[in-house]
T-cell receptor, first 110, second 112 residues
């Protein structure tokens, strides 16, 4: 059974305090690893896709990396507007089904 | 504007009363899916569709039905809702197998 585990469950940072979120996965036939951001009461919003180990993608203060067993979302000098729940999902199978982790709830304070 | 639109956004209903949640996308996407999101369990796939008239079960299909008669629409049907189907539901679509999914705004369903 495909499994995606995210840690920590919740993270509180001060503005400017960099950190990393972890997503470990045990799946058969990874087609892609996706990161999403979800704000309260809204649908997940796409951030990154990573397809192979060693791949990195960057957008503003966020950088996603991928190894054969896990992915990291690095947040550099976060701002309060980065506060959200960050979800990762592994895509597998012929229809590329998404298996989601339960998310990391990030709060960035002034 | 490219989007996935779900209706209604909020719904309170009684046990056993059939309901339909609509989902429409304007991006000409092949793939569409329904998910439910519950605290501590994350997003779980209910059903998905790879094309018109092609649907298949996800991880938690019991108690749900879907149909895909047109490319843009993918309604979720609860024939006889029960309280354990109280949840936040999301519809999603994607262009092809390995591209990113776009999600709707969600439908918060309460079954009493």
């Amino acid at each position: 059974e495909d499994q995606v585990t995210q840690s920590p469950e919740a993270l509180r940072l001060q503005e400017g305090e960099s950190s990393s979120l972890n997503c470990s996965y045990t799946v058969s036939g990874l087609r892609g690893l996706f990161w999403y951001r979800q704000d309260p009461g809204k649908g997940p919003e796409f951030l990154f896709t990573l397809y192979s180990a060693g791949e990195e993608k960057e957008k503003e203060r966020l950088k996603a990396t991928l190894t054969k067993k896990e992915s990291f979302l690095h947040i550099t000098a976060p701002k309060p507007e980065d506060s959200a729940t960050y979800l990762c999902a592994a895509s597998t199978g012929t229809a590329s089904k998404l298996t989601f982790g339960t998310g990391t709830r990030l709060q960035v304070t002034l | 504007e490219a989007q996935v639109t779900q209706n209604p956004r909020y719904l309170i209903t009684v046990t056993g009363k059939k309901l339909t949640v609509t989902c429409s996308q304007n991006m000409n996407h092949e793939y569409m899916s329904w998910y439910r999101q519950d605290p501590g369990l994350g997003l779980r796939q209910i059903y998905y569709s790879m094309n018109v008239e092609v649907t298949d079960k996800g991880d938690v299909p019991e108690g749900y039905k879907v149909s895909r008669k047109e490319k843009r629409n993918f309604p979720l049907i609860l024939e006889s809702p029960s309280p354990n189907q109280t949840s936040l539901y999301f519809c999603a679509s994607k262009l092809s197998r390995n591209t990113e999914a776009f999600f709707g705004q969600g439908t918060r369903l309460t079954v009493v």
